[in-house]
């Protein structure tokens, strides 16, 4: 398996670009009602929902394309960390059962990233910010 070694940095960027799509889609989903409509939305977003929807449209352009990803990931992986505990946790201690799983796996592969870099394809290695390997 170590000839897979040299592929890491760009299994590493498609798991931030697929994450940050699937992240930025929720901000459609509350902006622009697209691939359609927030659940249980239809009378406007509270103001929680507001800032949660900037957070996700922000971090998920800047991770799609590898821009301050570090940062981006973070603020991420943070947002995840207080929708699970605010909203998920709230409704009993089980992930699958609180429907909290898609928020813990958010936060987790953000904070994966905090540490391991954007990989290859990523506007931070243009602009030396970052390195294109994970750290050993």
């Known amino acids: ?9 760009r299994a590493l960027a498609i798991l931030r670009i ?4 699937l992240f930025l889609e929720h901000a459609t989903m509350k902006f622009l009602a697209f691939p359609a409509a927030m659940p249980g939305m239809e009378g406007g977003l509270p103001p929680m929902l507001i800032a949660a929807g900037i957070i996700e449209l922000c971090a998920g352009v800047l991770v799609t394309i ?3 990803t570090c940062w ?3 603020l991420a992986s943070g947002e995840m960390a207080v929708a699970y505990w605010m909203v998920h946790a709230a409704n009993g201690f089980w992930p699958a059962l609180n429907q ?4 813990i796996m958010f936060c987790f592969v953000f904070l994966y990233l ?3 870099g954007p990989g ?3 506007i931070d290695n243009a602009i030396g910010k970052t390195r294109a390997t994970p750290a050993a």
């Open 1 to 9: 398996m170590s000839s897979l070694t040299q592929w890491s940095p």
């Open 114 to 116: 905090v540490f391991a």
């Open 66 to 68: 590898g821009l301050f």
């Open 120 to 122: 290859a394809w990523a």
């Open 18 to 21: 697929v994450t940050a799509l």
């Open 100 to 103: 909290g799983e898609l928020a």
């Open 72 to 74: 981006a990931a973070l």
